[in-house]
């Protein structure tokens, strides 16, 4: 996204990058010509002499890419991350398993200069996996991602149509535990008054709280709603994760809560939430903007707690495994059940008290 203008020179612009991060970074732009980014603070001697020479036809030499050694673990994530396979990840996905994968080849065993890219495939085994591993052991989830990324580089490396190699290392690579293992925190029924307090409806944040609440879709779902997707009093919709390969599509009931709340709301020409470009927001970026909003108002939750708030509160009116997974769309029963089974040991508590 580009910001508008502001008091930087001719050919020089702004650039959100990724879009939605918040993070902004000033480019040298020439129609026919590839942006060229320009490091430094704008209005310094450097900065102007770069300013300059970009002005004059100037152009870095673009750096070239470093090409591993075939059969080294570097070689093998590059060509995964060329794959057919890797294309059909989501974006997101595809954007998380790079990141850690980068992460993993540059670093190094203890002790030694050569990276975890540069070990052959055949010397790449379950304990240096669990090496990798280990060194991420301060935070179990990113420690679980490595084994998870690294277990499908090679599950495609050891497939029938691939057959690269014939062991997978992280097959047998054991996750740790979670040090929560129950995920994202689920807001209360205080928590949730709270926010309403100091996001008052009316306001662009309490429309945000209703719509993740009285849905229980994830962030990536409620940046796309709009009046678009309402027809006769319900919600029309592909959720987005896994939409193009296993869509789930979904017809919900917009509750009497939702309904006031959106009627008492600014909303977008095309989605209910925009930024303040009024534009509809990315995934990451509501996330970013939304978590600011609950630290205004002191509460710990984000925006998937919202989500679990939503099926925890349907277990605990009655509903069925069955019933909650029609609204939120999970696929399979296991973790719902845990929302139900939650509210079932709350219900008899209550009536154990009573006795």
């Known amino acids: 996204m580009r910001r508008p203008a502001s008091r930087l020179p001719r050919f020089v612009v702004e650039y959100e990058v990724p879009k939605g991060s918040g993070k902004w970074f000033v480019y ?24 300059r020479r970009l002005l004059a036809g100037f152009r870095p030499e673009a750096k070239k890419l470093h090409q591993p050694n075939e059969n080294t673990f570097a070689w093998l994530c590059q060509q995964y991350m060329s ?24 670093e190094s ?5 050569l990276t975890y890219g540069e070990v052959p495939l055949d010397e790449f085994k379950p304990t240096t996996v669990a090496r990798l591993r280990d060194a991420k052991r301060g935070t179990p989830e990113a420690a679980n991602g490595r084994v998870k990324a690294i277990r499908a580089v090679f599950n495609w490396a050891t497939s029938t149509e691939v057959n690269i190699t014939q062991i997978n290392p992280a097959r047998h690579v ?16 205080e928590e949730v008054e709270k926010f ?136 399979t029963l296991k973790e719902v059940v845990r929302y139900t089974q939650a509210a079932n040991q709350k219900q008899l508590a209550e009536s154990a008290s009573k006795r």
């Not at 065993?109 to 200069?113: D, F, I, N, S």
């Not at 054991?174 to 029924?189: D, E, L, M, Q, V």
Request: with cysteine; glycine share 10%.
């Open 28 to 51: 040298f732009r020439q129609k026919g010509q590839k942006n060229v980014r320009m490091h430094g603070t704008p209005g310094t001697p450097e900065w102007e002499e770069l300013y």
């Open 83 to 106: 794959s057919p396979e890797y294309g059909e990840l989501n974006e997101r996905t595809r954007r998380v398993r790079r990141g850690i994968l980068n992460h993993c080849m540059g």
């Open 109 to 113: 065993p203890k002790g030694q200069t």
């Open 174 to 189: 054991k996750y740790y535990r979670s040090n929560n293992p129950a995920g994202h925190h689920t807001w209360t029924i």
């Open 196 to 331: 309403e307090r100091r996001h008052p409806i009316g306001t662009k944040a309490h429309l945000a709280l209703a719509l993740l609440l009285y849905t229980g879709q994830r962030r990536g779902d409620i940046v796309q709603f709009g009046r678009k997707h309402e027809k006769s009093g319900w919600l029309k919709f592909t959720q987005q994760k896994n939409r193009d390969k296993k869509p789930i599509d979904l017809e919900i009931p917009i509750f009497p809560e939702l309904k006031k709340v959106l009627d008492a709301s600014p909303t977008g020409d095309e989605v209910y939430l925009v930024n303040e470009f009024n534009k509809p927001f990315s995934d990451n970026g509501f996330g970013n903007w939304f978590r600011d909003r609950c630290i205004e108002a002191g509460v710990p939750g984000r925006a998937h707690g919202l989500r679990k708030a939503c099926a925890t509160r349907l277990a605990e009116k009655g509903a069925t495994p069955h019933e909650i997974m029609s609204i939120t769309g999970h696929r």
